[in-house]
């Protein structure tokens, strides 16, 4: 086009020049008509040279056009055989038309023509399809190396054989650049990535009760031997900041070590018998996030926090954002110091004081824990004489039954108890209340996907305080000025009673709220049969003290011939896919507190059966909700396999409920992930008597 242009630009200047001579030639023949002969002579010869002239230049200007373009060709042939760039071309049809050496040499495949991209290179199937839609860079490995592929279609209109234009193919190009140097050296920089580990001896002072200073001292330098062995292990490094912290720091390398070794430290740790009646146990907090050393130690002491939140002797790794759970498969010992109950009972007592008006509310569809702690927290409330309310949900048999046999005026309890009639709203009721220096009260639970109404939650968002005793979940509700979550406690209720105590040592249970808190620690203990310590039976001792009645709980506790005949049903269809597991499956119900009872009632019978480990009831409701209850018999924490799913509890006890889900895909992936438990129990049995027998030799 440049040429060209350039050609008719000269030969415009030339015309004119020739055209000005003719003039002149012919302005001087009218002159002199005798100059005729010699003007044509002359214009003859201005034209001839002017024509060789033009054609002269014009074949140097085609001479120098000719050796840019072999230069260009020479240039492309030299860059699509020599340089470190592969290139291929596929056609519309997804078939390679053309690749360089490079593009062969790299694949390591003799023949490519008319193979897909997908044939040639590690890429997902119907990859031209995609690919052909938008450009994009990926890094791809082949045969060990990495490489740069950048990819982008070029739109060729097609024809028809009448001449016009069909739809428009693509054409895709693809070029592959060696990147294994810089891909290795940021694999590098990444395995070589500090993490830090915070290690909390958790039970020290349990474990060291009782034992003398020599004692002591050797069970803390066996404890340091091992986590010293641990560390050296991993390449780390290890600092004691006293007898009950340390800080470990190893790289990213490493810490997969310790994951792919499912931290058999806690283990290791747990064994240690010398003196000592009770097993010590350490909780592992580790992170790499953060951008400076600051971040990484407050993502790793979060990470902690949580695995002591969790009831301790486990590990919680953070890495991209996301949390990995280690260990907590044994059941969570009892702490027998009461120092903590003091000082909470304190500050919810000065919270309580500052604040206008107290909001008491529980988890969504409440059970007998739930509205027990709920009472037991209002009780503190209202002896401060502050406006005091329970917000529940709409639907809990469990409320109506306890309202109607504990707090109706009818049966004359309490001149006191009279008081909780009204006390109980909902929240369309109470959101009108509430002001800025309202205070609320969160019992048995801490994740705001179960709080009874997420309103309240809501307009309440400062002023929380959270007591619990379920392991800690990881989306926990934020903004609050206390959490008091016992992982060893066998209720929220034993929790509270036990903060009344402490909060004022003259305050005292009616009978009817005496009655709520106890049937809480029954329908959570089971009867006082799981998770039960000392203190559980001293919270017990002291209701009955108060005037908990027994056959009123007992009384709370029966069910209807209807109610009895479903649980028993799903008990008998039950299946057991697995050894020591049985599960069933309640199809096309309604999503009702009923329903989740009668789940519930059935999984607990089903660990009663011979062999039987663990039980599950999924419950399939019309409206698309999947409600699953798990109780184990302490061999499997069935808590850690809800969490998989999004729920949570606790070792013995957990469920998850779970909007628009295939109740039969559910049912695979608990079987999968109880399958895997049972798997790791095995080798961990399998390892500890192969230790032994190492011993015994």
Not at 166 to 173: C, D, E, G, I, K
Not at 431 to 439: M, Q
Not at 520 to 544: C, S, W
Request: charged fraction near 25%; include cysteine.
């Amino acid at each position: 086009m440049f040429g060209s242009r350039s050609q008719f630009s000269n030969w415009k200047e030339i015309c004119v020049y020739v055209l000005i001579i003719a003039l002149l030639i012919a302005g001087l023949c009218f002159l002199q008509p005798l100059f005729i002969p010699a003007g044509v002579l002359i214009f003859i010869i201005v034209v001839w040279f002017a024509r060789r002239a033009y054609t002269k230049k014009k074949q140097m200007l085609s001479d120098y056009l000719d050796d840019v373009i072999r230069n260009i060709e020479r240039s492309v042939h030299y860059s699509t055989k020599n340089l470190d760039v592969g290139i291929a071309v596929f056609s519309s049809d997804g078939r390679l038309q053309w690749k360089n050496e490079k593009f062969q040499e790299w694949t390591g495949l003799k023949t490519l023509e008319k193979k897909k991209p997908e044939e040639v290179l590690p890429l997902p199937e119907n990859a031209f399809e995609t690919m052909c839609v938008k450009d994009d860079t990926k890094i791809i490995k082949m045969r060990g190396r990495y490489y740069n592929m950048r990819y982008f279609s070029v739109q060729n209109p097609a024809k028809t054989t009448d001449g016009k234009e069909a739809a428009t193919a693509s054409t895709l190009m693809v070029y592959l650049t060696d990147v294994t140097e810089w891909e290795q050296l940021k694999q590098r920089f990444a395995e070589e990535r500090l993490c830090l580990a915070f290690v909390r001896f958790d039970n020290y002072e349990d474990v060291m009760k009782g034992l003398g200073e020599s004692a002591r001292a050797n069970l803390n330098g066996e404890i340091g031997q091992i986590l010293n062995k641990w560390v050296e292990s991993l390449r780390g490094f290890v600092v004691r900041a006293n007898n009950e912290n340390l800080v470990v720091g190893i790289n990213y390398k490493n810490l997969q070590k310790a994951i792919d070794d499912k931290f058999s430290i806690l283990d290791k740790v747990r064994e240690v018998r010398l003196e000592n009646k009770l097993a010590p146990t350490i909780s592992i907090g580790i992170s790499k996030d953060g951008d400076t050393l600051q971040e990484v130690s407050m993502h790793a002491a979060k990470a902690l926090d949580l695995a002591l939140g969790r009831g301790g002797d486990q590990v919680v790794v953070e890495c991209d954002k996301q949390m990995q759970y280690f260990g907590g498969t044994n059941a969570v010992s009892a702490k027998s110091t009461r120092v903590r109950a003091r000082i909470v009972a304190h500050n919810i007592r000065e919270q309580m004081e500052d604040a206008d008006k107290v909001f008491v509310m529980g988890h969504a569809n409440e059970d007998y824990d739930s509205i027990g702690s709920a009472v037991g927290v209002a009780k503190l409330a209202l002896s401060r004489n502050k406006p005091t309310f329970i917000v529940v949900s709409d639907r809990s048999t469990s409320l109506q039954k306890l309202k109607k046999l504990v707090f109706n005026s009818e049966l004359n309890i309490s001149e006191e108890d009279k008081q909780y009639e009204g006390i109980f709203v909902h929240e369309e009721d109470i959101l009108k209340e509430i002001t800025p220096r309202s205070l609320l009260m969160l019992v048995d639970h801490h994740r705001a996907a179960l709080s009874a109404s997420q309103k309240v939650l809501e307009a309440i968002p400062q002023k929380r305080i959270i007591i619990d005793h379920h392991r800690r979940a990881e989306d926990i509700i934020k903004n609050t000025i206390l959490k008091y979550m016992e992982p060893s406690s066998s209720s929220t209720s034993e929790l509270v009673t036990e903060l009344t105590g402490y909060f004022d040592d003259k305050l005292e249970f009616t009978k009817g709220e005496a009655t709520a808190l106890y049937s809480g620690l029954v329908v959570d203990t089971k009867n006082f049969n799981v998770q039960t310590g000392a203190r559980t039976f001293e919270a017990a001792a002291l209701l009955r003290t108060s005037g908990a009645d027994p056959v009123l709980v007992r009384q709370l506790f029966k069910d209807d011939l209807d109610a009895f005949r479903k649980r028993y049903r799903l008990i008998a269809d039950a299946e057991t896919p697995l050894p020591h597991m049985a599960i069933a499956v309640n199809r096309n119900v309604e999503n009702t507190s009923e329903t989740s009872i009668i789940a519930a009632q059935a999984a607990d019978a089903m660990i009663n059966v011979t062999e039987i480990a663990v039980g599950v009831v999924i419950s399939a409701c019309t409206d698309g909700c999947v409600n699953v209850s798990a109780r184990s018999d302490g061999s499997i924490n069935v808590q850690i396999i809800m969490e998989e799913l999004g729920g949570g509890g606790h070792q013995t006890v957990a469920g998850v409920q779970i909007q628009n889900a295939d109740a039969d895909e559910i049912k695979r992936q608990i079987i999968e992930l109880t399958k895997k438990q049972f798997d790791e129990a095995e080798e961990k049995e399998k390892e500890k008597e192969k230790n032994e027998s190492n011993l015994i030799e």
